[in-house]
T-cell receptor, first 113, second 114 residues
Framework: DAGITQSPRHKVTETGTPVTLRCHQT?????MYWYRQDPGHGLRLIHY???????DKGEVSDGYSVSRSKTEDFLLTLESATSSQTSVYFC????????????FGEGSWLTVV | QQQVKQSPQSLIVQKGGISIINCAYE??????FPWYQQFPGKGPALLIA?????SEKKEGRFTISFNKSAKQFSLHIMDSQPGDSATYFC?????????????FGTGTRLKVLA
């Protein structure tokens, strides 16, 4: 358990609405990540953060934005949800003291109808 | 060049048998190769990892074999148990800039029959 809490854990939303997923960590990790998991694609990086207000894009960032105003919180926003964004979203952290290891949260299941 | 190709997509093994999952990569800059185990409804959890300076790493019933020249690595689960039934992901990463961005394989769904 890397002290990661994701919310909400499950959400159903309508196409075109904005959605924000929250990742909260309690252990002061510097690096935080958002991944999405889809059948046949494995886990793909959406955005990551290397400090407060320091974020960068991953390989599937279109349609997503992130913010990190505090060390402990990393927010993922779908600005206008589409059906292709129906997925399982995982927040993750890494810390230099644990080498290269990434630790994942429990996931947020998002369905866009 | 950034892809990690994982096979098979699914695998059924009898209890006590050996499960083998393979991964191949192209980017020679990768320097860390972890395997993750994921149970339904849970996040992936680190199972075992290897760096390219060794050819094999063993932890209990789980072994990673690494072939640097072939750019391939594999996970072997000895004496497979029904509790090992899960989805397994290989990954590769480079530690450039201090952020650890992983490239994941597409996953293997393992079912161990009792």
């Amino acid at each position: 358990d890397a002290g990661i809490t994701q919310s909400p854990r499950h959400k159903v939303t309508e196409t075109g609405t904005p959605v924000t997923l929250r990742c909260h960590q309690t252990e002061n990790h510097r690096y935080m990540y958002w991944y999405r998991q889809d059948p046949g694609h494995g886990l793909r990086l959406i955005h990551y953060s290397y400090g407060v207000k320091d974020t960068d894009k991953g390989e599937v960032s279109d349609g997503y934005s992130v913010s990190r105003s505090k060390t402990e919180d990393f927010l993922l926003t779908l600005e206008s949800a589409t059906s292709s964004q129906t997925s399982v979203y995982f927040c993750a952290i890494s810390t230099p003291s644990a080498g290269n290891t990434i630790y994942f949260g429990e996931g947020s299941w998002l369905t866009v109808v | 060049q950034q892809q990690v190709k994982q096979s098979p997509q699914s695998l059924i093994v009898q209890k006590g048998g050996i499960s083998i999952i393979n991964c191949a990569y192209e980017n020679t800059a990768f320097d860390y190769f972890p395997w993750y185990q994921q149970f339904p409804g849970k996040g992936p959890a680190l199972l075992i990892a290897i760096r390219p300076d060794v050819s094999e790493k063993k932890e209990g019933r789980f072994t990673i074999s690494f072939n640097k020249s072939a750019k391939q690595f594999s996970l072997h689960i000895m004496d497979s148990q029904p509790g090992d039934s899960a989805t397994y992901f290989c990954a590769a990463s480079t530690a450039g800039s201090g952020t650890y961005k992983y490239i994941f394989g597409t996953g293997t769904r393992l079912k161990v029959l009792a």
